[in-house]
């Protein structure tokens, strides 16, 4: 997705990747924003971007990040000046005073999108489906190919015996 602000345009567009054996063999030395790429669908994605562009670009801000008046003024009706802060400095992963689209993302899955913490992290949620879903069809896959072994086994035993 592109947002055309006053002066530039910014691009906000995010990339959904399917899992693969090589991702799922490297899984845990992935980073959380490497990660992102397997667990997020691109319906999440667009509500994410819907999200970002309200809340951080709406104002016709010609910058493709979120400042904290910025985001203080969109959710002072939802939250004390003490929560956005703590959202804010969260979010702010690289602590240069801005958040970026990706930095939204990574900060959305620890918060709500008024700031509200998680109880759960939606991260560990969506990666625990998708890895456990690969599992499966890998381990299907699996007794597939071997249920076919065993089957031209079998069928080469019957022809030797003719």
């Given at each position: 997705?592109?947002?055309?602000?006053?002066?530039?345009?910014?691009?906000?567009?995010?990339?959904?990747?399917?899992?693969?054996?090589?991702?799922?063999?490297?899984?845990?030395?992935?980073?959380?924003s490497?990660?992102?790429?397997?667990?997020?669908?691109?319906?999440?994605?667009?509500?994410?971007?819907?999200?970002?562009?309200?809340?951080?670009?709406?104002?016709?801000?010609?910058?493709?990040?979120?400042?904290?008046?910025?985001?203080?003024?969109?959710?002072?009706?939802?939250?004390?000046?003490?929560?956005i802060?703590?959202?804010?400095?969260?979010?702010?992963?690289?602590?240069?005073?801005?958040?970026?689209?990706?930095?939204?993302?990574?900060?959305?899955?620890?918060?709500?999108?008024?700031?509200?913490?998680?109880?759960?992290?939606?991260?560990?949620?969506?990666?625990?489906?998708?890895?456990?879903?690969?599992?499966?069809?890998?381990?299907?896959?699996?007794?597939?190919?071997?249920?076919?072994?065993?089957?031209?086994?079998?069928?080469?035993?019957?022809?030797?015996?003719?």
């Amino acid at each position: 997705s592109s947002v055309t602000g006053n002066k530039t345009s910014c691009d906000i567009s995010f990339d959904t990747m399917q899992l693969d054996d090589l991702a799922f063999d490297h899984w845990k030395h992935l980073s959380l924003s490497e990660k992102a790429h397997y667990i997020l669908d691109k319906y999440q994605i667009g509500n994410l971007q819907s999200e970002f562009v309200a809340l951080c670009l709406s104002d016709g801000s010609p910058h493709c990040h979120c400042d904290f008046s910025t985001l203080h003024s969109k959710l002072a009706q939802f939250q004390t000046p003490k929560r956005i802060q703590y959202f804010f400095n969260t979010c702010d992963s690289n602590n240069d005073e801005k958040v970026t689209f990706m930095e939204y993302i990574l900060c959305r899955g620890f918060f709500d999108k008024v700031g509200n913490p998680s109880d759960v992290s939606e991260f560990d949620v969506l990666e625990n489906v998708v890895l456990g879903d690969y599992a499966l069809k890998r381990e299907r896959n699996l007794s597939i190919h071997l249920q076919s072994l065993l089957d031209d086994d079998n069928e080469e035993i019957e022809i030797s015996m003719e």
